[in-house]
């Protein structure tokens, strides 16, 4: 029997709205056709900007954009990206495919793109390649109102204002591609590097350093240890593989069966062991929680479509997908005390995108229509729950067949996501709502007719929310009907 009990007198803290912010790596057609066309495209745009992406993004109340990786920002000259289109640096991206990148999308386009969409800007120094003068100038450029040479620079490139960057993250991935850094070396850059990462205005620069690989604790530990008070946030990556080696194939985003559909699922609640665990070694040195872990990459990452170019990591997004987002959100949502941000990869044509282009044309994915159903939770007050979970068994394997998440808005109004991990098994989940009078007056679903659907250019709208009403009163509990392989959220509110 699956059960569930909100008490909604008891809170838990806000659930920050970062939580729901995204990624952005010049990285395949994430960048170039996806957001940039340029400005004598035939397809609507805002100065070289696609007009219905950013319509598209702004209806999902995007929180914050990391830019401009990934492995990426560990090559990226911020110079080069600057300045009249005619002048500016052709450069090869080393990491994603070898392609010739034009600098045509720069740190000017980027915070203006922020600005159309209504995203804080979340910038990623580079560490791995770059030098402690390009951060520190990068800052200023970006930031500084008095006479300098960088602001005289901004103002002649066409800014007069400066802008209010929020989060920068010092380096990515230092551990890997940012230089295949040991953690003692990185602290001490990191020290080094952050000390000219300057506040020029009255808002203060929240510095995001570079965190653990997946379940690397003694990166954490190092860091925590030798340069904890000196950064805001601490980051971490983890992809969701249908295996457990990134050797090999991963496995087709759209041709899967039910065992792999299983282990995709699995392999995504390791999510929870991993906030858990890190935050057990970053509470031996901050048992108040001022650092934030920082998740700003996750999703899921499969072998790339059939004929695409391998350095572009395009795939499709089924709704397998759609669980995998669902799924991480309520763990992170149960773990706000330290999960202040996080960001999916990536924001168009990469990975767990949530648009996909074609030429002209775009579509929404499965995530996407998860995000915007999710994003109720944003800024919201986390209910303190008690979830009995029926099992879901595989293979000699089991996981909770539920996962769950509830929050108070402003308004006063409760949001229940639920989720019904089974493949094929529908199900029933009681409902004690304890300390509110409110009642279910409202549904939205997302769910598809087989594990694989996805939306595509013929058929964008196979997967798309739709109103759900399968719940009903029985005495003092709401049982719902949750179908296999579903995502629900409930709205509830209080009569008169």
Same mark, same amino acid.
């Given at each position: 029997?699956?059960k569930?009990i909100?008490?909604?007198d008891?809170t838990?803290?806000i659930i920050?709205?970062?939580l729901?912010?995204h990624?952005?790596?010049?990285?395949?057609?994430c960048?170039?056709?996806?957001?940039w066309?340029g400005?004598?495209?035939?397809?609507?745009?805002?100065?070289?900007m696609?007009t219905d992406?950013?319509?598209a993004l702004?209806?999902?109340d995007?929180p914050?954009?990391r830019w401009?990786?990934?492995?990426?920002?560990?090559a990226y000259?911020?110079?080069?990206?600057?300045?009249?289109?005619e002048?500016?640096?052709?450069?090869?991206?080393?990491h994603w495919g070898?392609?010739?990148?034009?600098?045509?999308f720069?740190?000017?386009e980027?915070?203006?793109?922020?600005e159309?969409?209504?995203?804080e800007?979340?910038?990623a120094?580079?560490?791995?390649?770059g030098?402690?003068?390009?951060?520190a100038e990068?800052v200023?450029?970006m930031?500084?109102d008095?006479e300098?040479?960088?602001?005289?620079w901004r103002k002649?490139?066409?800014r007069?204002?400066?802008w209010k960057?929020?989060?920068?993250?010092?380096?990515?991935e230092n551990?890997?591609?940012g230089?295949?850094?040991r953690?003692?070396y990185y602290?001490?850059?990191?020290?080094?590097?952050?000390s000219?990462?300057?506040?020029?205005?009255?808002?203060?620069?929240?510095?995001?350093?570079?965190?653990p690989n997946s379940?690397?604790?003694e990166?954490?530990d190092v860091?925590?240890?030798q340069?904890?008070?000196m950064?805001d946030?601490l980051?971490?990556?983890?992809?969701?593989?249908p295996t457990?080696?990134?050797?090999?194939?991963?496995?087709?985003?759209t041709?899967?069966?039910?065992?792999?559909w299983?282990?995709?699922?699995?392999n995504t609640l390791?999510?929870?062991?991993?906030?858990?665990?890190?935050?057990?070694v970053?509470?031996k040195y901050d048992?108040?929680?001022r650092?934030?872990?920082?998740?700003?990459?996750?999703g899921?990452?499969?072998?790339?479509?059939?004929g695409t170019?391998?350095?572009f990591l395009y795939?499709q997004?089924t #709704?397998?997908?759609?669980?995998?987002?669902?799924?991480n959100l309520?763990i992170?949502?149960q773990h706000?005390?330290?999960?202040?941000m996080?960001?999916?990869?990536?924001l168009v044509?990469?990975?767990?995108a949530v648009i996909?282009?074609e030429?002209?044309?775009?579509l929404l994915?499965p995530t996407?229509?998860?995000?915007?159903?999710?994003?109720?939770?944003?800024d919201?007050?986390r209910?303190?729950?008690?979830?009995?979970?029926?099992?879901?068994?595989?293979?000699?394997e089991?996981?909770?067949q539920i996962?769950?998440?509830?929050s108070?808005?402003a308004e006063?109004?409760?949001h229940?996501?639920?989720c019904n991990?089974?493949h094929?098994?529908?199900?029933e989940?009681?409902?004690?709502?304890?300390g509110s009078?409110?009642?279910i007056?409202?549904?939205?679903?997302i769910?598809?007719?087989t594990l694989?659907?996805?939306?595509t250019?013929?058929?964008?709208e196979?997967?798309?929310?739709a109103e759900f009403?399968?719940?009903r009163?029985?005495?003092d509990?709401?049982v719902?009907?949750l179908p296999a392989?579903?995502?629900?959220?409930l709205?509830?509110?209080e #009569?008169g």
């Amino acid at each position: 029997m699956n059960k569930l009990i909100v008490n909604a007198d008891i809170t838990k803290g806000i659930i920050d709205r970062n939580l729901y912010g995204h990624f952005a790596e010049h990285l395949g057609r994430c960048i170039y056709e996806g957001i940039w066309v340029g400005h004598d495209s035939p397809i609507p745009n805002v100065d070289g900007m696609r007009t219905d992406v950013i319509e598209a993004l702004r209806a999902l109340d995007i929180p914050v954009l990391r830019w401009p990786g990934g492995c990426f920002a560990d090559a990226y000259l911020w110079k080069d990206g600057i300045g009249p289109y005619e002048q500016r640096k052709r450069m090869i991206n080393i990491h994603w495919g070898g392609v010739v990148e034009n600098n045509h999308f720069g740190t000017h386009e980027f915070l203006q793109f922020c600005e159309l969409i209504g995203a804080e800007p979340y910038i990623a120094g580079n560490v791995g390649s770059g030098t402690v003068r390009e951060m520190a100038e990068w800052v200023e450029y970006m930031t500084f109102d008095g006479e300098s040479p960088m602001t005289d620079w901004r103002k002649a490139n066409g800014r007069e204002e400066p802008w209010k960057l929020k989060y920068f993250g010092v380096g990515n991935e230092n551990w890997g591609c940012g230089g295949n850094m040991r953690p003692e070396y990185y602290a001490d850059l990191y020290r080094h590097y952050a000390s000219y990462v300057r506040d020029y205005g009255p808002e203060k620069v929240y510095k995001i350093a570079c965190g653990p690989n997946s379940d690397n604790y003694e990166w954490t530990d190092v860091l925590m240890r030798q340069a904890g008070t000196m950064f805001d946030g601490l980051s971490l990556h983890y992809y969701t593989l249908p295996t457990n080696s990134w050797v090999g194939s991963k496995g087709s985003s759209t041709e899967f069966d039910e065992h792999m559909w299983f282990k995709t699922l699995k392999n995504t609640l390791y999510m929870e062991e991993l906030i858990v665990r890190h935050d057990a070694v970053m509470s031996k040195y901050d048992p108040e929680k001022r650092v934030a872990l920082i998740v700003d990459e996750w999703g899921t990452w499969y072998d790339v479509e059939p004929g695409t170019n391998p350095g572009f990591l395009y795939q499709q997004n089924t #709704q397998r997908d759609a669980l995998v987002a669902a799924i991480n959100l309520n763990i992170f949502h149960q773990h706000n005390d330290r999960v202040k941000m996080a960001n999916i990869a990536q924001l168009v044509n990469v990975l767990q995108a949530v648009i996909l282009t074609e030429g002209g044309r775009m579509l929404l994915t499965p995530t996407y229509h998860i995000l915007h159903m999710y994003k109720v939770h944003q800024d919201a007050e986390r209910l303190d729950t008690v979830l009995e979970s029926s099992a879901y068994e595989m293979e000699g394997e089991s996981i909770d067949q539920i996962s769950a998440s509830a929050s108070r808005d402003a308004e006063g109004r409760i949001h229940l996501s639920l989720c019904n991990l089974h493949h094929a098994d529908a199900t029933e989940l009681r409902c004690d709502l304890r300390g509110s009078a409110a009642s279910i007056i409202s549904g939205t679903i997302i769910q598809a007719d087989t594990l694989q659907a996805h939306n595509t250019f013929t058929e964008p709208e196979r997967v798309t929310p739709a109103e759900f009403t399968a719940f009903r009163r029985e005495e003092d509990q709401w049982v719902i009907t949750l179908p296999a392989a579903s995502v629900v959220t409930l709205r509830l509110q209080e #009569q008169g």
